[in-house]
């Protein structure tokens, strides 16, 4: 992960990357956040993971030691309404 990120917080980075380098007016809302979403998953050499989302709502599954579940992803924006 870049400059010693953990996984999550590197996942919101490469959102917060992709919505700055998002230009093109057909892609963005009336507050210029992308229409689209993207789901960024990360894992380290030690098991260690997250995952982050542009909107909010966002889950990925794990498996691990402690059994199967489900974990919220970090978002950028969180989604009207």
């Known amino acids: ?6 996984p999550a917080e590197a ?3 490469s959102c917060r990357r992709i919505a ?3 230009k093109e007016v ?5 507050k210029g956040r992308p229409r689209f979403n993207v789901k960024v998953y990360c894992l380290d050499p030690d098991g260690s ?3 982050a989302s542009i909107w909010s709502g966002g889950k990925y599954a794990v498996c691990d030691a402690k059994g199967t579940r ?3 992803a970090l978002f950028l924006y969180k989604r009207p309404g």
């Open 1 to 6: 992960m870049r400059r010693g990120a953990a």
């Open 11 to 13: 996942a919101l980075e």
């Open 20 to 22: 700055a380098r998002t």
């Open 26 to 30: 057909r892609l963005l809302d009336g």
């Open 49 to 51: 993971h997250g995952a």
């Open 70 to 72: 489900l974990e919220p």
